[in-house]
Structure formats: structure tokens, C-alpha cells
């Protein structure tokens, strides 16, 4: 059956072949103060639609066990959206509609093969390894798992999302479904400080498909050339006196308004991204069950929200399967120039997550000041994907944590004395919050997620 895409909010239904699973259709009514967020309903591992909006079962267990174990790896491959394509709604979706595994299989080599020609490589299994040198260093007292990211396409973990969408969007026409009529003579847009408008422009650019980008007008000048050679339209964004919230996400917002895709990675603006990013918690689970082992504690930097919530999520699927023993407990972290997560968490002390999914204005706004931190990637006014990854945290055991900028600071250097990893501010912050915490005995992961430029 073809999975179907089910606002957590609002309870709206989006049936894929019609309609662009990206954005609630109810979102953005005048009054509207729901959290709207179009997440897939799958059967296997969730809960069923309504008691996603009751609030909050999903991961707690209350789904049917998984029982194909083997679903989990759908084949050898080592390119994770051929390895773990019975997850993805995309796959589920072209199976529905009536094409066959061998042309997803082709889809997605077709896309390699041009990810090879743009950038010298495609999707492949990310390295994940202990490093004891860097645990001593930090003065933790248990394995230190790292990923790392920082070879990935487009030097990040963002391409992860952004493939999720443009394999949804090639199935789409590759079935001949009424929701792809007239989809590429739209262009892509994408709202974003570096890291993801670089993985959207080489995506896009494999894709031959035109992209605009909304950038500051800080952005790294590595990156807005890297952009331009990759064929993007760049667009860049002054912050206006008295305009609350990111001017590159308002300029997003409007040009998806006047037609364009939105290809971002905030969830609410397209929820399937978060999707791709669970790739990154699949390989996790998997590295970890081949050492035989488990991790305690999982740090994440949070920027937008995409990240926390797609491992959150990933890791939850990974447990059902029987891959990993128990999800995490997700530590989400933001530097104290932006934490509107760790906010809206106290707030969430005095209420619950079912309300708080009626009223996100009383739960989440931007920052009112203007953010700063060498970790300058995480430094979203708001975190568009705060309530997946609250219920991440919920279900875990976890909190955010919110780190000085010393800290953030002294994360970066550890890490790029004690490992081998050309990681960035942003990249290391999640090790950011391990070291705000008193030391502890507890196996813990950081995902270093994406590279220095
Ligand atoms: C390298 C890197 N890591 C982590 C993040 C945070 O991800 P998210 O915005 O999904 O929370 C970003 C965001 O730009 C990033 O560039």
C-alpha cells in the first residue's frame, strides 16, 4: 500500500500521487498556531495517524513490533539509499505505483553516477569509529563513538535530506503521477548559511535541475563561489530593523509562494527531508550492532532541527528492528547566542506535547537577538523541527543542553588535535555538550557533521 503522508499537527492526509508530500496544506492560515509537519505514516513502525496527534506513542513502543527483521538492510550495497530503500517513502511509494525495484535501483544509480561526474563521488556508508585519544582528552570515561560526515557529499550530512526529496521527485516522474504535471519547469529553492545550500546546489546540479539560494550576506566566500560554479542562483539577504526570523527564510517562503520547490531542510516546509537525514542513524545502528555493542548517550548539534529530529526518528526505527537494544538518549545541543529549543523545553515542563502541537507560538519563536557563535551553522532563529525532536527526547530520556561558547571553542580544538577529521565549529558541537556535562561512565556518539572550509 502507498504510504501516505499525515500532518502531526493537524492530522491533514496528503496522498503522495496528487499532491507534493512537502508542506501541511492547512499550515499558514491566519490564526493557524499549529505545529504542521507532513510526516509519513508507515505502518511497520508507527503508530497510526491518530495517535500521532493524540501526541506523542510513536516512539515509545506502542507500535506493532517489527517483525521482518530483514527489512531493516534491504540489500548489500553500500550507497544507503539502495541499502535501506524498504524504509524510505520514496522506495514504498514507487513499489506502490507500480514500478519495479530494478528502477528505483536505476534512479538511484543514474544519480550516482551523476554525483560521481559533479563531485567525485555519490552516497557511500560514512566512516564511524571510537576514538579513545579523544575521550581521554575530554575527560570521558566510556567509548566515544564518531561519525563522520565530513567526506559526504557536498561535505555534510545535509545531502542526506535533500536526496530523500529528489528521489521522491524522480519517482514522481518516473510513475506519471498527476502531483510531478508541470514539476520541472519549477525551479528548487533552498533558505540556508552554507552546508545545505551546498549539498542542495550539487544535488540539483546532478540533477540538471535550477536551484535558488537564499544566503546571508556573512556566508562563507568558499562557499558562495562553490555555489556559483555549481550553476546556483544566488539570492543574498540583509536582515531588515523590525523583521523578526531569518530574511533568507522569508525570502525562501516567498519564492515557494511564487512557485518554486521548496528543497530546504526544515521540516515544516518539507517534511521528507527529514526523512533522508534517518539514513545517518540507520548506519549508526548498524556500526554499532556489528561491534556488538550500544551507545548510552547520543549528542547532537541543533540548528533548524532537521538533524536531531531525523536521528531521533532513526534511531527509534533502528530499536523496533531489533538492530540496537534501546534509541539513545537524545542531548540536543545549541550554544547559549541561540537556544530557542532549550526554551521552548522549559516551557514544555508545564504543559504536554499534545498541546504543545496546537500552540507552537506559545512553545517556539525566534531569537530575538541576533545570534553568534563560531559554531555559526546551528545559529537558527528559530528550530523549525523543535517538537520531533522534543518527542525524541521525551522518549529517550534526554534534554537539550545549551553550551557556553568556550566550550563550543574547546570542542573544535579537542577535536581537531585528537582526530584525524577536518570537521567544523558546527560540525563538533555536538562534543560541545558532552563536555558541558559532568563527566559520566555512559557510551556516547557525536556526529562530527560537516567539514572545514
Ligand atoms: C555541519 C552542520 N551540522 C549540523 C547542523 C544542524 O542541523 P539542523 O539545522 O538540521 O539542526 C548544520 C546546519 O546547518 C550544519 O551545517
Request: proline share 7%; with cysteine.
Amino acid at each position: 500500500m502507498a504510504p501516505r503522508f499525515v500532518c502531526h499537527g493537524c492530522g491533514a492526509v496528503v496522498d503522495a500521487a496528487r499532491q507534493l508530500p512537502f508542506r501541511c496544506p492547512q499550515a499558514g492560515g491566519a490564526d493557524d498556531d499549529v505545529d504542521h509537519l507532513l510526516v509519513p505514516d508507515a505502518p511497520i513502525f508507527y503508530s497510526s495517524p491518530p495517535d500521532l496527534i493524540r501526541g506523542s506513542t510513536w516512539m515509545a513502543g506502542s507500535s506493532p513490533a517489527m517483525t521482518e527483521k530483514n527489512e531493516f538492510v534491504s540489500s548489500s550495497e553500500d550507497d544507503p539509499f539502495l541499502r535501506y530503500r524498504a524504509l524510505l517513502s520514496p522506495y514504498r511509494l514507487a513499489r506502490a505505483w507500480g514500478l519495479s525495484d530494478a528502477a528505483w535501483v536505476d534512479i538511484v544509480g543514474m544519480l550516482d553516477r551523476a554525483l560521481v561526474a559533479v563531485e567525485g563521488h555519490g552516497f557511500r556508508l560514512t566512516p564511524m569509529a571510537q576514538q579513545p585519544a579523544l575521550a581521554r582528552a575530554a575527560g570521558h570515561h566510556a567509548p566515544l563513538w564518531v561519525k563522520d560526515e565530513t567526506g559526504n557529499v557536498g561535505g555534510s550530512h545535509k545531502a542526506r535530506h535533500l536526496m530523500g526529496v529528489l528521489l521522491y521527485l524522480k519517482v514522481l516522474a518516473a510513475a506519471g503521477k498527476p502531483a510531478g504535471d508541470g514539476l520541472t519547469a519549477r525551479r528548487l529553492a533552498i533558505a540556508s548559511c552554507g552546508n545545505a545550500a551546498m549539498a542542495a546546489a550539487v544535488l540539483a546540479r546532478a540533477a540538471d535541475w535550477p536551484l535558488d539560494v537564499f544566503i546571508p550576506p556573512d556566508a562563507s566566500p568558499t562557499v558562495v563561489t562553490r555555489l556559483r560554479e555549481l550553476g546556483a542562483t544566488i539570492t543574498i539577504c540583509q536582515r531588515q530593523n523590525g523583521e523578526a526570523g531569518d530574511p533568507c527564510y522569508h525570502a525562501f517562503r516567498r519564492a515557494v509562494a511564487a512557485g518554486a520547490i521548496p528543497f530546504g531542510v526544515q521540516g515544516p516546509d518539507n517534511g521528507l527531508a527529514i526523512e533522508g537525514g534517518r539514513t545517518l542513524a540507520f548506519e549508526m545502528a548498524e556500526g554499532l550492532q556489528s561491534a556488538a555493542t550500544d551507545i548510552d548517550d547520543l549528542f547532537i548539534q541543533v540548528g533548524g532541527g532537521a538533524l536531531a529530529s531525523a536521528l531521533a526518528q532513526g534511531f527509534a526505527i533502528a530499536a523496533k528492528a531489533g538492530v540496537i537494544a534501546h534509541p539513545p538518549r537524545l542531548m540536543a545541543v545549541q550554544t547559549e547566542g541561540c537556544a530557542p529549543l532549550a526554551r521552548a523545553w522549559q516551557r514544555l515542563a508545564d504543559s504536554d506535547l499534545r498541546d504543545a502541537a496546537q500552540h507552537r507560538s506559545r512553545f517556539m519563536w525566534p531569537w530575538e537577538e541576533t545570534p553568534a557563535s563560531l559554531a555559526h551553522g546551528i545559529l537558527d532563529d528559530e528550530t523549525y523541527d523543535w517538537w520531533a525532536i522534543a518527542l525524541g527526547m521525551k522518549s529517550s530520556g534526554g534534554s537539550p543542553l545549551v553550551a557556553a561558547e568556550d566550550i563550543i571553542i574547546r570542542a573544535h580544538q579537542l577535536a581537531s588535535v585528537n582526530t584525524t577529521i577536518p570537521v567544523s565549529a558546527t560540525g563538533s558541537a555536538g562534543l560541545a555538550g558532552l563536555l558541558s556535562r559532568p563527566p559520566s561512565a555512559r557510551a556516547s556518539a557525536v556526529v562530527f557533521s560537516g567539514i572545514e572550509r
